[in-house]
């Protein structure tokens, strides 16, 4: 399975209607539909398409017509991203009618292209199952503790800040934060922690 890294868009052009894809990763979704509502106030839609895995490893399939006929935007949209292997995504697909009606099934054919097109644009990376680590330090080793994150390609932190130390919860793939929690417990044995 795969994810992509980043947010890309790409606009595919049938028959004068214009699809606007949006293809991010799950975390970056939230409020985007809405957003993209209000940017695009003469759109007609703004389908949508998202697959994920929930804390019990099941994948998760979501998606939304918005108002197109039924089964001939959100699933061709959601059939993409299954046949890509896509996980812990989401496609939006802003659409502009162009005066030339494409039937039900040239509109699933065209919303199918637009989540290939978007496909192609972006930069996919193989999924890594992640998971959450908490731990408290004290304040003379953020600074290191920073560092050995970096180190670790560990980005996804967030700090709590006590009275006398520092509460840190990490959000990375089993196999650094595994890494991480090694050279962890290795340097508090040795008293210069990290």
């Excluded at 595919?12 to 939230?30: D, G, W």
């Excluded at 494409?102 to 996919?124: D, F, H, P, Q, S």
């Amino acid at each position: 399975m795969k994810s992509v890294r980043e947010h890309v868009v790409f606009t595919t052009e049938v028959n004068r209607s214009k699809f606007i894809a949006h293809l991010l990763p799950m975390a970056e979704a939230e409020g985007l539909q809405e957003k993209l509502k209000q940017e695009h106030p003469k759109a007609n839609h703004v389908v949508y398409a998202s697959r994920y895995i929930n804390a019990f490893d099941q994948i998760v399939e979501k998606s939304s017509d918005d108002g197109e006929p039924k089964g001939c935007a959100g699933t061709p949209a959601l059939n993409v991203l299954r046949g890509e292997e896509l996980i812990n995504c989401v496609v939006f697909i802003v659409r502009y009618f162009g005066g030339i009606k494409l039937g039900t099934g040239g509109m699933a054919r065209a919303y199918a292209l637009a989540v290939k097109n978007v496909i192609k644009e972006a930069e996919l990376v193989e999924y890594e199952k992640e998971v959450l680590y908490e731990f408290e330090t004290d304040y003379s080793y953020i600074d290191k503790t920073l560092y050995a994150l970096k180190q670790y390609g560990i980005v996804r932190i967030e700090r709590e800040y006590g009275v006398e130390s520092v509460k840190w919860k990490i959000v990375g793939s089993e196999e650094k934060i595994a890494a991480f929690t090694q050279r962890l417990a290795l340097g508090r044995g040795s008293n210069t922690l990290l």
